[in-house]
């Protein structure tokens, strides 16, 4: 590799005959070649008696020196292409390469959060870190004595998410867990997962929110479990979002089924069938919504038609067996006006149970009672039970760190005539909070909630907690930015 010197180039070019003939003010004697100087001789003339090594930094003075010889350097070059006539081509400059787009995201995100609850009454204790109104018992004593103190971080929550152009469309990948056991693991502080998917373009498959839901109506609320009128189930789905232009969205959806089966009295004509008899799930579940948005807020239609099944086990021909068709509607909006967010929604069908957040069955026996000569006879079949839910909340922002949210929210059952008279029949729900986001991260605040639960003969149940929780948030896009407090 050669090296040039640029305080060197100076003293060279001035050795030139031509180039300082060209110059201003130089004299028309010839320079003799053996008064040219070598760019390392010149060079060491320039900056001392002794050469600097490669990658020495220039001081103050030595570098205003090399510029203004830089400049007297142009000057004569200038002066020479004047006088030969050659029109001046520039300094070359070889532009920088361009970088390539940033098309690829990885983020690791969640929070940690405490809850401390006060619990005036009590319930299920597998349900404890939440307000469930199905769980809240109708029976005196049912769970032990009233007024218990729980303490949990099961709301502490750890995701990961890849984001990007794939193709010149978009992608997305989520695998999101919480701490907050279900099902086997109920009452456990476990690993639950929560999403875990991905979606390109106008395709997505894996676990998420179901496309019956909105997720934009659930309130601003410290309380895990949420209002029981909602819509609310993460869900195994293949989706395909076929419309999203100009405010309007519109997507289809096949989705896991999962069907709650009431046995009821069931017992009384078969104990053994009662016992045994199961879902069917022949055929995924289908879902539809078309939603309208802008500024001003959000107005969505969902639509789910499903078939609920049943069979015996053990049984020949695992019989009794069937399928009734489950079909919902859940109309939503979201209106903004400052500093209030209204959150609103409604759903109504039969056999959607399995979708809503808390409470309910989707398929319940009822019978047909025939008298007929005195003779009375019984005739048993499975019915897919009428449902309906509401949810109506405030989100206020008083100021930038402060919020408040109050609401209320019920869903309630039109019970089949051979259920069980302790089955769930309705269940209600309401809050009002004050929270303080003091930095970025950071969430703080008090919530008072307040659950009723109402079976099928009439029996009651209620239950009222004060919950304080702390919450710290994290990303890997702002894990060390630390002025939030500014």
């Known amino acids: 590799m050669i090296s040039i010197n640029l305080v060197a180039i100076p003293a060279v070019l001035l050795a030139s005959p031509v180039i300082a003939a060209a110059a201003p003010n130089a004299t028309s004697a010839p320079v003799t070649p053996a008064k040219i100087a070598t760019a390392d001789q010149t060079a060491a003339a320039a900056g001392g008696a002794t050469a600097q090594p490669p990658g020495t930094p220039l001081t103050e003075a030595e570098r205003a020196q090399a510029i203004q010889e830089i400049q007297d350097l142009r000057a004569r070059m200038t002066a020479l292409e004047s006088r030969l006539g050659v029109a001046s081509t520039g300094v070359q400059q070889t532009p920088a390469l361009p970088k390539r787009p940033k098309d690829h995201n990885l983020e690791l995100y969640g929070f940690v959060q405490l809850d401390a609850i006060q619990d005036f009454k009590r319930v299920d204790p597998d349900w404890e870190a939440s307000l469930r109104p199905s769980k809240i018992p109708t029976i005196g004593g049912e769970f032990g004595s009233d007024g218990q103190s729980i303490f949990s971080v099961r709301q502490t929550r750890l995701g990961a998410k890849a984001s990007g152009i794939l193709a010149d469309k978009p992608y997305e990948a989520k695998f999101e867990f919480d701490l907050f056991g279900t099902g086997d693991d109920a009452g456990k502080t476990h690993m639950r997962i929560r999403h ?60 896991h089924p999962a069907d709650d089966i009431d046995p009821g009295r069931l017992r009384l004509f078969d104990e053994n069938v009662a016992n045994n008899i199961q879902p069917d799930e022949k055929v995924p579940d289908l879902t539809a919504a078309v939603r309208y948005g802008g500024d001003w807020g959000h107005v969505r239609l969902a639509g789910l038609l499903r078939r609920v099944g049943y069979e015996t086990r053990g049984t020949a021909g695992n019989e009794p067996q069937g399928h009734q068709t489950g079909w919902g509607l859940d109309l939503t909006s979201a209106i903004k006006f400052k500093p209030v967010t209204l959150k609103l929604g409604a759903v109504y069908g039969r056999g959607l149970a399995t979708y809503m957040n808390d409470g309910g069955m989707d398929l319940a026996p009822a019978v047909n009672v025939i008298r007929e000569n005195g003779i009375i006879t019984v005739i048993p079949r499975a019915e897919a039970v009428k449902l309906f839910g509401l949810s109506a909340f405030a989100d206020i922002q008083w100021a930038k ?73 994290f990303s890997s896009k702002n894990i060390w930015d630390w002025d939030w407090f500014e």
């Open 196 to 255: 875990m998917y991905a979606s390109w373009g106008p395709f997505l498959a894996g676990q998420t929110n179901t496309l019956f839901m909105d997720g934009d109506i659930a309130p601003n609320s410290i309380e895990y479990w949420g209002p029981p009128g909602m819509a609310w189930l993460r869900n195994p789905q293949i989706r395909w979002t076929f419309y999203d232009r100009n405010g309007f969205t519109a997507a289809v959806a096949l989705e």
């Open 401 to 473: 760190n402060w919020s408040s949210t109050i609401g209320y929210s019920f869903d309630k059952v039109d019970n089949t005539n051979f259920q069980d008279p302790g089955a769930f029949h309705s269940g209600h729900y309401a809050l009002a909070n004050l929270l303080w986001t003091p930095a970025e991260p950071v969430m703080t605040g008090l919530e008072l909630q307040w659950g009723k639960r109402t079976d099928n003969d009439g029996n009651q149940g209620s239950d009222f907690r004060i919950q304080y929780s702390f919450k710290w948030s």
